[in-house]
């Protein structure tokens, strides 16, 4: 990574946890039960199940290339965090 990238995304994350602090919301990265139950369902989910949702299949049909990690898993955390709350 560059190091003009590490400059900003150290100073997002600086932003990001000043905003945090001012909040009586807790910031997902510190309830580790997300990270957890997000990895066991990943592990669980197949991945032509994850390719056949349609958010997927529109996201990577507008774009010129196949798609990221981050995308396809994306549902999967988004379940995780409904099932812990």
């Given at each position: 990574m560059a190091l003009y990238s590490m400059r900003k995304a150290r100073g997002c994350w600086t932003c990001i946890r000043a905003l945090h602090?001012?909040?009586e919301a807790t910031p997902v990265?510190?309830?580790s039960e997300h990270t957890e139950l997000s990895?066991?369902?990943t592990c669980m989910v197949r991945?032509?199940?994850l390719q056949h949702l349609h958010q997927w299949k529109t996201k990577t049909t507008k774009q010129k290339h196949d798609g990221t990690v981050g995308l396809l898993t994306y549902p999967v955390?988004?379940?995780a965090d409904i099932l812990c709350y």
């Open positions: 602090r001012g909040s990265p510190q309830v990895w066991i369902l991945l032509p199940r955390l988004q379940a």
